[in-house]
């Protein structure tokens, strides 16, 4: 699976920025794509997740609430909505396909795949 992450931007807090992931590619062995991402200095951390299939979600404690992840199978696009943007969800955001559906680990082996990342600036 080949996936081309974009969107990315410059937005003032409280503003909202959707995030587009392209897959190419895919096979039914990954079925699960996921939305990770990554501030300076820090560790990789999970954003949210949804099924190719029946399309159901998971959202980190942080973005609940906030963020939406919506996939659209004949466009074979995964999207991150976010709203009321925040400085600390600054950061560079990353999709994943994989064959795990949860909040797991960047490092997780489920994972097969990964875009090449788009920065996410939230100015206060």
């Known amino acids: 699976v080949q996936l081309q992450a974009s969107g990315g931007g410059l937005v003032q807090a409280g503003g909202s920025l959707r995030l587009s992931c392209a897959a190419s590619g895919r096979t039914f062995r990954s079925n699960v794509m996921d939305w990770f991402r990554q501030a300076p200095g820090k560790e990789r951390d999970f954003v949210a997740a949804?099924?190719?299939?029946?399309?159901?979600?998971i959202y980190a404690d942080s973005v609940k609430g906030r963020f939406t992840i919506s996939r659209d199978k004949n466009k074979n696009t995964v999207y991150l909505q976010m709203n009321s943007l925040k400085p600390e969800d600054t950061a560079v955001y990353y999709c994943?396909?994989?064959?795990?559906?949860?909040?797991?680990?960047?490092?997780?082996?489920?994972?097969?795949?990964w875009g090449q990342g788009t920065l996410v600036t939230v100015s206060s």
């Open positions: 949804i099924t190719w299939s029946g399309g159901s979600t």
């Open positions: 994943a396909a994989g064959r795990s559906f949860g909040r797991i680990e960047a490092k997780s082996t489920e994972l097969d795949s």
